[in-house]
């Protein structure tokens, strides 16, 4: 249900595309120093819309595409550093001088109502940033609280807003988008473009159908990405396929792993008890001769035998407070939310299994020292 409502909100859309722009394509021709006829082919055919491109490659991209939004990213040299300002970035220094992606409010607003996401307006002098990176939406937050005006193909712009907008472009399982700066139509120039995207559900009413369409894309895609044309694609099974697959693997090993370790914690934790209770009978019997009450040497046992399990417990608890720590760091790292849920999950299953060796333990230890009748 968690991975449904996950893809729900992050793949709102069957199939999405994305390619090189001609423009892109030229400025890295330009620095090879050889240029094979392949490679003038795949220049030439950059000029073409995805669209276009899957086309002419025998995808009839009308008769399986439906509600389609074509869109752009643009390159105007910004830099993520620039739109940030004075603001400590020494916890993402690796992303401040990597481009500043850039689309226009048209392009923008076009993916936003197929998501259903929200559509914004914009002056002419005014712009947004959209993310959804939690992280990253702190920090740019603080740079647009400050106004930080930007200069996009020598003109300003000022931020409309004194803080991120929610949204995204590429489709995924979790909110990895850290920003996308969205200007006015006319703030860019054509050349500036660096990706075409495009973003589309299937001409589909049955998974059947569905997977159909999926699989003559999947094979339109091995004969011609890199190879014909800088294509790449992502869709929705793709994503839900290989989640279910990590998920299921990481999920089945952490839990084949922790349920070996913790029963063999326990089991060896019981196993020493009730060898010592067999060693020490002699010893109980000599407090009974005493006039020790019953009462009191069960309670003897029981609290000797809960310190014993009670430390490696409290070890593994000191343990698991900081690696818990750590974790939630990659999480928020990776836009995801935290594991109160897991982590309680988690304690009811230690405390049955183990509280069970504990409680099983102290009762066969007692039948032990108990003197026979």
Same mark, same amino acid.
């Given at each position: 249900?968690?991975?449904?409502?996950d893809?729900?909100?992050?793949c709102?859309?069957?199939v999405?595309?994305a390619?090189y722009?001609y423009d892109?394509?030229s400025?890295a021709y330009?620095?090879?120093?050889?240029?094979?006829?392949k490679?003038?082919?795949?220049?030439?055919?950059?000029?073409?819309s995805?669209?276009?491109t899957?086309?002419?490659?025998?995808?009839?991209a009308q008769?399986?595409f439906?509600?389609?939004?074509?869109?752009n990213?643009?390159?105007?040299?910004?830099?993520?550093?620039?739109?940030?300002?004075?603001?400590?970035?020494d916890?993402?220094?690796?992303?401040?001088?990597?481009?500043?992606?850039v689309?226009?409010?048209?392009?923008?607003?076009?993916v936003?109502r197929?998501?259903g996401n929200?559509?914004?307006?914009?002056?002419?002098?005014?712009?947004?940033i959209?993310?959804?990176?939690?992280n990253?939406?702190?920090?740019r937050?603080? %740079?647009?609280?400050k106004?930080?005006?930007?200069s996009?193909? !020598?003109?300003?712009?000022?931020?409309?807003?004194?803080?991120?907008?929610d949204g995204? &472009?590429?489709?995924?399982?979790q909110?990895?988008?850290?920003g996308?700066?969205?200007?006015?139509d006319? %703030?860019?120039?054509?050349q500036? &473009?660096?990706?075409?995207?495009?973003?589309?559900?299937?001409r589909?009413d049955?998974k059947?159908?569905?997977?159909?369409?999926?699989?003559?894309l999947?094979n339109?895609?091995?004969n011609?990405s890199f190879?014909?044309?800088?294509?790449?694609?992502?869709?929705r099974?793709?994503?839900?396929?290989?989640?279910?697959?990590? !998920?299921?693997?990481?999920? $089945?090993?952490?839990?084949?792993?922790g349920?070996i370790?913790l029963?063999s914690s326990?089991a060896?934790?019981a196993?020493?008890?009730?060898?010592?209770?067999?060693?020490?009978k002699e010893?109980?019997?000599?407090?009974?001769?005493l006039?020790?009450?019953?009462r009191?040497?069960?309670?003897?046992l029981?609290?000797?035998?809960?310190? $014993?399990?009670?430390?490696?417990?409290?070890?593994?608890?000191?343990?698991?407070?900081?690696?818990i720590k $750590?974790?939630?760091i990659?999480?928020?790292?990776?836009?995801?939310?935290?594991?109160?849920?897991s982590?309680?999950?988690t304690?009811?299953f230690?405390a049955?299994i183990?509280?069970?060796?504990f409680l099983?333990?102290?009762?066969?230890?007692?039948?032990?020292?108990?003197?026979?009748?």
């Amino acid at each position: 249900d968690s991975l449904s409502k996950d893809l729900d909100s992050m793949c709102p859309v069957d199939v999405q595309l994305a390619k090189y722009s001609y423009d892109a394509m030229s400025e890295a021709y330009a620095t090879s120093q050889d240029m094979n006829e392949k490679d003038r082919e795949m220049l030439e055919e950059s000029k073409l819309s995805i669209i276009e491109t899957l086309n002419n490659s025998g995808f009839d991209a009308q008769k399986y595409f439906k509600d389609v939004a074509e869109y752009n990213i643009y390159n105007t040299g910004l830099t993520v550093k620039d739109t940030l300002g004075d603001i400590n970035t020494d916890d993402y220094q690796f992303m401040a001088d990597t481009i500043m992606p850039v689309m226009t409010i048209g392009d923008y607003n076009s993916v936003a109502r197929l998501y259903g996401n929200s559509t914004y307006e914009l002056n002419d002098d005014e712009y947004i940033i959209v993310a959804d990176y939690k992280n990253m939406v702190m920090i740019r937050n603080q %740079a647009l609280k400050k106004g930080i005006t930007l200069s996009v193909n !020598g003109k300003e712009y000022k931020p409309r807003y004194n803080e991120c907008k929610d949204g995204f &472009v590429q489709i995924g399982v979790q909110n990895m988008n850290d920003g996308i700066l969205v200007v006015p139509d006319n %703030a860019v120039k054509p050349q500036q &473009v660096r990706n075409m995207g495009l973003s589309a559900d299937y001409r589909a009413d049955t998974k059947e159908e569905r997977y159909s369409i999926e699989t003559q894309l999947d094979n339109l895609m091995k004969n011609i990405s890199f190879q014909t044309s800088f294509i790449s694609w992502n869709s929705r099974i793709d994503l839900a396929e290989s989640s279910v697959g990590l !998920g299921a693997l990481v999920t $089945f090993i952490a839990l084949y792993l922790g349920i070996i370790f913790l029963i063999s914690s326990a089991a060896i934790l019981a196993l020493r008890e009730l060898s010592d209770s067999a060693d020490n009978k002699e010893r109980y019997g000599m407090l009974r001769k005493l006039g020790v009450d019953e009462r009191m040497i069960d309670m003897a046992l029981f609290k000797q035998i809960g310190i $014993f399990f009670a430390f490696p417990l409290i070890l593994a608890l000191i343990h698991s407070v900081f690696g818990i720590k $750590f974790i939630n760091i990659i999480l928020a790292t990776m836009g995801m939310s935290s594991m109160a849920a897991s982590i309680g999950l988690t304690l009811a299953f230690v405390a049955v299994i183990y509280g069970g060796y504990f409680l099983i333990t102290y009762l066969c230890s007692r039948s032990i020292i108990r003197p026979v009748r």
